[in-house]
């Protein structure tokens, strides 16, 4: 059972996920900083929204602590660079308020078209204004879009259907896969030069933090309305607030400010602006899914598996192919890791078959793991799995051999060593097909005994005879020959670890040339 922190209110669903599991919530919500630096001492998870600061202070203080989970996308309040040195994932919910933040811009694109708040307010303080806030149309009018992924997607689509034209400014995008959304992909400053709608969906990065500043608002067409549903900082507050009073441009409509949370802006000084409290991702539907994402998210850190949605991993999403050889790559790489000695200089990490056509990183960052967790006591995560190996001067390589008439399979080898697996049936379960060069078919145990001797009769007994004598129960076995027909390997699965003295009995046999006791956990 893990102590999972969670500082700000997440949905009771993913909460119940978490204790369902057998984990302690502890939730403890507004927290000062101080405080905060005395809660975090034990947690081994911290949960939080966009409220809580997760500095450097922080995770020093933080004695145990695995993974930062973030209920959204946004991570300003989190210094991911001093999470990943301390060795600690920091973990996401990037779909869950997409299709609310998407339907927010558009309610904010059609609130500053038609000046809906302003006119709800005049009227509300009685004064009938019909002509002062006459609006504009959407159909035929260029909207411009910067960053296409998957927001800045569902807001083109929704776009489309009140017939705008649309452009888009994103150097991750391909031309092609913006002309299936019907976006013809341009440069920034084209983009500012031409629409008439600006909307925003990106990261808040030192890359484009102001990106948006009085430079590129010059170059506006003075009927442009900018739309920022995104982060605050990404566009510059004063600035802004100025084109809009001067005339610079047509209009704003903010939901994200330079700090929050706030009720001081030069923007909400200017009648054509148009502000909401950071109400992007405040739907119902959208906080239930960050709620139950992010326990997902946190749940599988805290046992040591593969989180998809971690920020600060060196992999892409794992694709559903690759998916079930993640496990087995950590599973090959700890039982190489018991029959190495020590860390080798170098290790091959061979993916064969059609998964060799997807990105294999996330394999090799497990297989890595498994080897690391056999040499060290330092927790091994898939965030600090590489560095770690770096700092011990192991090179890893990665070799693909994409072939859709060959078996999935994965291979790790180095230091005289190797090791293959594959899965097998329909449950998936793990396999050795190879050790050492010999050839086997074995279903691996958490205890394992390694024997490689000359192919000689009764040598099965011998080995048999051996662990028997001393109550050592053998569960399975098998036997894989040599190319030359000179060696066989023995691989013994049994009850328990292998006592040295055991070991030491059958390394004494004079047709045994290697023997190495293994135990997985």
Known sequence: MSRILVTEAIAD???????????????????????????????DALIIRSATQVTTEVLDAADQLKVVGRAGI?????????????????ANAPQSNALSAAEHTMALLLSQARNVPQAHAALVAGRWERSKWEGVELADKVLGIVGLGRIGSLVAQRAASFGMQLIAHDPFVSADAARKLQVELVDLETLVGTAD?????????????????????????????????????????AALAEAAREGCIGGAAVDVFDTEPTVESPLFEVENIVVTPHLGASTREAQDKAGVTIAEQVALALAGEFVP?????????????????????????????????????????????????????????????????????????????????????????????????????????????????????????????????HALDIKPSDHMVIVRNLDERGMVGVVGATLGDAGMNISNMHIGESGDGVEALMVVCTDGAVPPTVQDALRNHEHVRFVRAITVT
């Not at 919530?25 to 005395?38: A, H, I, Q, T």
């Not at 946004?74 to 920091?90: E, F, H, I």
């Not at 102001?210 to 506006?220: M, T």
Request: proline share 4%; aromatic share 2%.
């Open 309 to 437: 949605h971690a920020v600060n991993v060196d992999a892409a999403e794992v694709s559903e192919l690759l998916r079930p050889f993640v496990p087995l790559a950590e599973h090959l790489g700890a039982i190489y890791g018991g029959l190495v000695e020590g860390i080798p200089e170098r290790i091959d990490v061979e993916l064969r078959g059609a998964i060799a056509k997807d990105d294999a990183r996330i394999a090799v960052l497990a297989a890595v793991k498994g080897i690391l967790s056999a040499h060290t006591d330092v927790p091994v995560s898939y965030v600090n799995a590489l560095d770690l190996a770096t700092e011990r001067g192991l090179e890893v390589r990665t070799i693909t051999a994409p072939a859709q008439d060959h078996v999935n399979v994965l291979r790790i080898a180095g230091g005289g060593h190797s090791i293959a697996g594959r899965l097998s049936g329909l449950d998936g379960s793990h396999r050795i097909s190879e050790l050492d060069d």
């Open 197 to 237: 709608f600006l909307t925003l969906h990106l990261a808040k990065t030192p890359e484009t933090a102001g990106l948006i500043g009085k430079d590129l608002l010059a170059k506006a067409k003075p009927e442009l309305r900018i739309i920022n549903v995104a982060r605050g900082g990404i566009v510059d507050e």
């Open 74 to 90: 946004g991570l300003d309040n989190v210094d991911v660079p001093a999470a990943t040195r301390a060795g600690v994932m920091v």
């Open 13 to 43: 669903t993913g909460l119940e996920k978490l204790r369902s599991a057998g984990h302690e919530v502890d939730v403890r919500l507004g927290l000062s900083p101080d405080e905060l630096l005395e809660a975090i001492a034990g947690a």
